[in-house]
Structure formats: structure tokens, C-alpha cells
């Protein structure tokens, strides 16, 4: 069992609507979670961060916890051609010096 | 207020050889974290630096090796390069002392192996 899985995609998603990216965790110490987007040939860009169950909200994009299931959700509200990238699901332990844990990434396309 | 920046952006060598990469952190960064990033997968952690010594170091062989200066900036040093190592390296900085020690990235060097 890999210690991050997303589904590579890719996933299209007609401009205007929800785009939903999903990314599962085994190690129930992780404690800090984040989104990162990457367009081709470039590096990750930090998109948000969660640390606490529920949802938080950041303009149009939407992180969800649930520590529980070992789940984490990134909800992209009226989708942008623009948003059309890779979104990498990263873990983390809350310790000092901490490495992070990437998935795959999850390929989106935004549909004009 | 600077970003984290990496040199060189690219990079061809061949078979054998070394190679040294170099990552400068974000302004109030104190660690630095290098990862690789093979074509369609997700970053893997090479090694972490904070003050001059390697913290915490992944599943890779000694051959990679690397070091941080007294200015926080940090060096990836590979040796005996294989067609394997072709690859994105990315540089993330971080700050002990902030919440979390969120990890921005700099722009990578990609280093393609003949």
C-alpha cells in the first residue's frame, strides 16, 4: 500500500464547475496536509494547507480533512482553464525536521 | 522578499559523471529539503538540512550526498551519475521556527543523464 495515493487521472472538468481531487493517507501520525499545483515542466506551488478536521476555504478552493477515514479532499469551485494542472496531495508528521510524503498527483483538465 | 532560487535550471551530463546542485531558501528559512522528481510521479524526499547537518535522509545511496552552509543555503552533490537519475530536483525551504514548517519549493533543475 503506497503511504499517499491519489488517482493519476486524468480528470476534466467543463469550465464553470466543481472539480474534486481526492488523495488517501496510511500513516495516522500524519498531521499537517497540503495541496500543492504543479504546471508541466515547472515545481510545485503551494495551494493550501490543513491541520484540523472540516473544511477550509480559500477563495475558490476548498480543503477537506477527516482524519478518521485518513482522507483528504481539494474542492476547485468555478473551474479555470488556468487550474488545468497536476495537484499533489502532501503529508507530514508533526515533528521537527519533518519530510514530506507526496502521492502521484492527480492530472486536471478544465474544459473550455 | 526572495524566493527559494536553485542554479543551474538545467543540466546534461553523461554517464559517471558528478554533479552539484545549489539551492538558496526563502528570506527567514532555515532548512532545506531536496527531493527528486521522476517524470509522472510525485517528489521523493532525498535528504533535509538544518543548521549544517543532514536531519533526516530518504531511500537513497550514498551517492547522493550534500551540505549546508552558514547562510542556510544548501548543495546536492551526485556522484557516479546512472541514466536513473535523469530527473526534476527540487529544493523546498522551511522554517523551524514557523507553524507548521510549510515547505515552499524553488523553480528545480532538471538534470537529464546520456
Known amino acids: 500500500q503506497k503511504e499517499v495515493e491519489q488517482n493519476s487521472g486524468p480528470l476534466s472538468v467543463p469550465e464553470g464547475a466543481i472539480a474534486s481531487l481526492n488523495c488517501t493517507y496510511s500513516d495516522r501520525g500524519s498531521q499537517s496536509f497540503f495541496w500543492y499545483r504543479q504546471y508541466s515542466g515547472k515545481s510545485p506551488e503551494l495551494i493550501m494547507s490543513i491541520y484540523s478536521n472540516g473544511d477550509k476555504e480559500d477563495g475558490r478552493f476548498t480543503a477537506q480533512l477527516n482524519k478518521a477515514s485518513q482522507y483528504v479532499s481539494l474542492l476547485i469551485r468555478d473551474s479555470q482553464p488556468s487550474d488545468s494542472a497536476t495537484y499533489l496531495c502532501?503529508?507530514?508528521?508533526?515533528?521537527?525536521?519533518?519530510?514530506?510524503?507526496f502521492g502521484t498527483g492527480t492530472r486536471l483538465t478544465i474544459i473550455p | 522578499d526572495a524566493g527559494v532560487t536553485q542554479s543551474p535550471t538545467h543540466l546534461i551530463k553523461t554517464r559517471g559523471q558528478q554533479v552539484t546542485l545549489r539551492c538558496s531558501p526563502k528570506s527567514g528559512h532555515d532548512t532545506v529539503s531536496w527531493y527528486q522528481q521522476a517524470l509522472g510521479q510525485g517528489p521523493q524526499f532525498i535528504f533535509q538540512y538544518y543548521e549544517e547537518e543532514e536531519r533526516q535522509r530518504g531511500n537513497f545511496p550514498d551517492r547522493f550526498s550534500g551540505h549546508q552552509f552558514p547562510n542556510y543555503s544548501s548543495e546536492l552533490n551526485v556522484n557516479a551519475l546512472l541514466l536513473g537519475d535523469s530527473a526534476l530536483y527540487l529544493c523546498a525551504s522551511s522554517g523551524v521556527a514557523e507553524y507548521q514548517e510549510t515547505q515552499y519549493f524553488g523553480p528545480g533543475t532538471r538534470l537529464l543523464v546520456l
Open positions: 502532501a503529508v507530514k508528521r508533526l515533528i521537527p525536521n519533518e519530510k514530506l510524503t
